[in-house]
């Protein structure tokens, strides 16, 4: 191999051959449910009907929204116990209020895209901020789970880069091949998925679906930037 001048290696087409899916804004939108769950949970345990959309952004793992959402709204760190059965009265609510959403759609062209894209013999993966439960509470209602072999998830580290990571290690697990991160490929509607996808050294579609516009992704690092999933991806 080492006689092989690394100009020839480069210049090579690159194959994808796994594509990363992050969820809320990029495959659905819950019309707020996962807003109305944590309201839910820190109202039954605390008597405060918290508002995580006032102290947390967009694309932030599950578990850095408890913790920072408990902060400011209680002035202190939960305990360990606490943290523990905050996380489980909100995956309690959150089956009701996805179930409940007035407002949850599946976002243009996921439908048709996803199956097409394993006939096409894709490897379709998961790359969400949100904990591994909750990212199938939110799919299920749509049935989209089937898609997804592997995933990374909020509950597996709070770094999107290093949950990117072990999303593409889970890939290897399940399809007996290593992938290398040129292989692969994020899509995601916000900056925290590209600056994950980058972080695991992986190319990004950004999707200006619903809460970025093209300009937002493109100035956030997007590699590539669609209008919505109905134009297919740049692969
Ligand atoms: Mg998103």
Redesign the pocket.
């Known amino acids: 191999m080492s006689d092989i001048p690394a100009t020839v290696a480069s210049s090579e087409p690159v194959h994808r051959l796994a594509i990363l899916f992050?969820?809320?804004?990029?495959l659905i939108i819950s019309g707020g449910a996962g807003a109305a769950s944590w309201r839910m949970a820190f109202d039954e345990l605390y008597g405060i009907p918290a508002d995580i959309g006032q102290f947390t952004d967009t694309?932030m793992t599950d578990p850095d929204v408890g913790r920072q959402t408990f902060v400011a709204v209680l002035h202190r760190q939960p305990s360990r116990a606490e943290f523990a059965k905050l996380l489980e009265r909100r995956l309690h609510y959150l089956y009701q209020t996805v179930a409940d959403s007035k407002d949850y759609r599946v976002l243009d062209g996921v439908e048709e895209l996803l199956p097409r894209l394993l006939d096409e013999g894709y490897l379709l993966g998961i790359v969400t901020g949100n904990l591994e439960a909750a990212a199938h509470i939110k799919l299920h209602r749509a049935k989209l789970n089937r898609f997804f072999s592997f995933g990374g998830y909020g509950s597996d580290s709070t770094d999107r880069g290093e949950l990117t990571r072990i999303a593409l290690q889970r890939a290897a697990l399940v399809y007996g091949e290593a992938l290398g991160p040129e292989q692969c490929i994020v899509v995601?509607?916000?900056p925290h998925?590209v600056e994950g996808a980058h972080g695991a050294g992986i190319a990004c579609v950004g999707v200006a679906s619903h809460n970025f516009n093209a300009e937002q992704l493109r100035a956030g690092g997007a590699d590539y930037v669609i209008g919505s999933l109905r134009e297919g991806l740049p692969l």
């Open positions: 992050d969820i809320d804004g990029t694309g995601g509607d916000t998925d």
